[in-house]
């Protein structure tokens, strides 16, 4: 796994809420495609929001934005952002890339998440 740092922005989140993790191939894929972008101010937020086929789903995306509460997590030169409603949902959540015949995108493995849908895109 990257050595990660972590800031937290709101001073009364608790440090047992910043428990993402990104693997080195994930973390290297996503400075790869903003390397592509040319964008050196991005962040990759992930988030939880309602919906999905099991109540929950993710949401994984590059952002320039800092908002109040963000717990962020620096990979080498990857900041991965989550906003304070989903960081519990994501506590210990390991967020990696595959590239393979069966799949190919970021994967997130979740011990918060007591079970999923077919698809894989949600949970609850």
Do not use: W
């Not at 990104?22 to 990759?44: I, M, N």
Request: aromatic letters at 6%; a negative charge.
């Amino acid at each position: 796994m990257s050595e990660a740092t972590t800031t937290d922005v709101s001073p009364d989140l608790g440090t047992e809420l910043l428990g993402i993790l990104l693997t080195d191939h994930a973390a290297s894929k996503v400075a790869g495609l903003l390397e592509q972008e040319g964008r050196t101010d991005l962040s990759l937020r992930i988030s939880v929001q309602p919906g999905g086929c099991s109540g929950m789903r993710y949401q994984l995306y590059f952002d320039d934005r800092t908002l109040d509460g963000d717990v962020v997590r620096e990979f080498g030169a990857v900041k991965v952002v989550t906003d304070r409603m989903s960081a519990p949902y994501l506590m210990g959540a390991s967020i990696d890339h595959v590239d393979t015949i069966e799949k190919q995108g970021f994967t997130i493995d979740n011990p918060n998440a007591q079970g999923s849908c077919a698809c894989g895109d949600s949970f609850h």
